[in-house]
Structure formats: C-alpha cells, structure tokens
T-cell receptor, first 116, second 114 residues
Framework: GAVVSQHPSWVICKSGTSVKIECRSL??????MFWYRQFPKQSLMLMAT?????????EQGVEKDKFLINHASLTLSTLTVTSAHPEDSSFYIC????????????FGNGTRLTVT | AQKVTQAQTEISVVEKEDVTLDCVYE???????LFWYKQPPSGELVFLIR??????QNEISGRYSWNFQKSTSSFNFTITASQVVDSAVYFC???????????FGDGTTLTVKP
C-alpha cells in the first residue's frame, strides 16, 4: 500500500526558532500533498494544499509567511514553522494523494511540535 | 461549501457488539467521494473505505460495512463484532471534484471495552 513518511515524529524547540517537517511519499508519486493541524480531541484543520512545482494554496487564516511550504518534487513536501511560538504547539499531519482523483488520502504519522 | 457532520462525539460499546457511526454531509456538487478514516491512539490516520457519489451500492468488507444513502446525504459506517483494537477516533470525510480538498467531520471517539 501507499506509504507516507513524516519526520520528525516529535520535536521540542525554543520560542523564536524555526522547525522543518518533512513529508515523503515512499512508493508513489504525490502530485498533491496536504498539511493539517490537529488540536487535542479535535478534527483536522487544513492549513494548505501543496502542488508539486507550484506555490502552495493556504487556507483562510493561515499565515503563509509563518508556515512555509515547499513541494519541490513529486515525493517530497516540507513545512517550515518559522519563528515558532508556544501557540504553534500542535500535532501537524501531512497527507498525500496520488492518482486517480478519487484516491484516498495517505497520511504520515504526524509531528508533535512543542514550543517552549 | 462542503460540510460533514458526525453527531456522535463519543460511543462506548462492549466487545463483540455491533456499532454504527453516523455521518451526514452537505455539498452542492453532483460528483463527490466519501471516505472513512481511523485514527488510533498512535495518531496516524488510516484509510478504511471509500464510496463514489454515483455508486450507491452498499458493501461489506470483513467486519466493516457502510450504508450510503444519497437521498438523506448520509454515509454511515458499521463495525460488526467490535474488538478492543477498534478503539480509535473515526473521521468521515467528503471530497468533491470541484473543491479538490477534503472536508473532515469532527470525529467520533469509539471505545470498545473488553
């Protein structure tokens, strides 16, 4: 089955630093990747849609300068949380969708970010 | 706009009981896709089932079955003979061809007690 690898699984950083999260599709080409944020006991909140070779499309209310997304290849997308603050602490999840269009999303294991 | 409603926040059953998770959706698109995902305590979401809007045939896959009713915009998911390992948060999701992105419900936390 399709496998999406997300790293790191957890990270603790100091306020003001930047953190990069990687999302890789291991055995399929992902033309589209999605980045979600999930708060405890809540649903997934879509942050942005990442298409290979083009700029990411951010959801309303998501700061694109704070959450930098790069999708340089068909198998790799990265999310960089810049100048992280404690309120950025959350569970970040990436997902990838291959072809055909009605393919399900395949999710990474998620990254638990804690900003101190 | 798309919307997915999972009215059941939490469900608790005893092992071997059958349990049905409800999902109601809203969309103006005529072609769309519905999904159920499972998120165990480990955190990784796992795809369970998919249904296309133009295919209303209900199916059974092992202990899982689903009931897609286009007339009532519902896509309910049933686990037969539940097991402790079924304990997780279950998300219903909708994707239309126009929107591209998926809309998730708030999730239903299922606890299966031994």
């Amino acid at each position: 089955g399709a496998v999406v690898s997300q790293h790191p699984s957890w990270v603790i950083c100091k306020s003001g630093t930047s953190v990069k999260i990687e999302c890789r599709s291991l055995d399929f080409q992902a033309t589209t990747m999605f980045w979600y944020r999930q708060f405890p006991k809540q649903s997934l909140m879509l942050m942005a849609t990442s298409n290979e070779g083009s700029k990411a499309t951010y959801e309303q209310g998501v700061e694109k300068d704070k959450f930098l997304i790069n999708h340089a290849s068909l198998t790799l997308s990265t999310l960089t949380v810049t100048s992280a603050h404690p309120e950025d602490s959350s569970f970040y999840i990436c997902s990838a969708r291959g072809v055909p269009y009605n393919s399900p999303l395949h999710f990474g294991n998620g990254t638990r970010l804690t900003v101190t | 706009a798309q919307k997915v409603t999972q009215a059941q926040t939490e469900i608790s059953v005893v092992e071997k009981e059958d349990v049905t998770l409800d999902c109601v959706y809203e969309t103006r698109d005529t072609t769309y896709y519905l999904f159920w995902y499972k998120q165990p305590p480990s955190g990784e979401l796992v795809f369970l089932i998919r249904r296309n809007s133009f295919d209303e045939q209900n199916e059974i896959s092992g202990r899982y079955s689903w009931n897609f009713q286009k007339s009532t915009s519902s896509f309910n998911f049933t686990i037969t003979a539940s097991q402790v390992v079924d304990s997780a948060v279950y998300f219903c999701a909708l994707r239309s061809t126009n929107a591209g992105k998926s809309t998730f419900g708030d999730g239903t936390t299922l606890t299966v007690k031994p």
